[in-house]
């Protein structure tokens, strides 16, 4: 079992950056594949990025490609997202999850999740 925790969310301007952190509990963190996810008030959760266990093939939605970068730190239990260029479409509750089986866009195929932590992008 793991439990995820999400940190560095705010109020930024357009164009403006951010730097997400889900810190993992548990010895076994490596063991999982880690997932991006947000939610815009009134839609449904969407995906935004995952990577594997190592930390290579990062997977993104097309809406945030080249724009966000999803990373690991297994000695230290973290997943991050950098956030670039962001949008006001990029507004929401935005949460880390894990699972134990492969990559996969689906949030319904994630076990574990965070409690979210809310990005605003002001126009």
């Known amino acids: 079992q793991v439990q995820l925790v999400e940190s560095g969310g705010g109020l930024v301007q357009a164009g403006g950056s951010l730097r997400l952190s889900c810190a993992a509990s548990?010895?076994?963190?490596?063991?999982?594949?880690m997932g991006w996810f947000r939610q815009a008030p009134g839609k449904e959760r969407e995906f935004v990025a995952a990577?594997?266990?190592?930390?290579?093939?990062?997977y993104y939605a097309d809406s945030v490609k080249g724009r966000f970068t999803i990373s690991r730190d297994n000695a230290k239990n973290t997943v991050a997202l950098e956030m670039n260029s962001l949008k006001p479409e990029d507004t929401a509750v935005y949460y880390c999850?894990?699972?134990?089986?492969?990559?996969?866009?689906?949030?319904?195929?994630?076990?574990?999740w965070g409690q979210g932590t809310q990005v605003t992008v002001s126009s």
């Open positions: 999850a894990a699972r134990k089986e492969g990559v996969t866009t689906l949030p319904s195929e994630y076990k574990y």
């Open positions: 548990g010895r076994t963190f490596s063991a999982y594949v």
């Open positions: 990577i594997s266990r190592g930390g290579g093939s990062p």
